[in-house]
């Protein structure tokens, strides 16, 4: 009876959720596999923007202020052979304050001349 969550029983086992505002709310519970599969997950996004960083270094043009900048298009052309989520890695770029670029976000063919600058 108490796996059963139609129970009446007082003992019936009913899954602890963490009340608004403490900070476990919306978490998994530690030590949980879902818990390590966001960790590794987290940890492949961080790798990728890393990897994207360094593209837009090697194949950008460095400016008169000393950041490193390559349109939309030229980035596109390069970085999809690598990955097809650019769009999306460059908005957890700029998130992070690693890159910067005009707008909210990017569409290839449109925005193939905007310029992401890296900082």
């Known amino acids: ?14 899954p602890v959720h963490a009340p608004r505002g403490d900070p476990a709310y919306g978490r998994p519970p530690e030590g949980s596999k879902t818990e390590q599969r966001g960790k590794d997950a987290h940890s492949h996004v961080g790798k990728e923007v890393e990897e994207l960083c360094l593209i837009i270094r090697s194949t950008g043009q460095k400016g008169e202020d000393g950041h490193v900048s390559v349109t939309f298009g030229q980035l596109f052309e390069t970085y999809v052979t690598i990955s097809n989520k650019v769009v999306g890695i460059l908005l957890r770029a700029r998130k992070h304050g690693l890159v910067h670029f005009e707008g909210e976000m990017l569409w290839q063919g449109k925005d193939d001349d905007v310029v992401i600058t890296l900082l």
């Open 1 to 14: 009876q108490r796996k059963n969550p139609f129970s009446n029983d007082s003992l019936a086992s009913k």
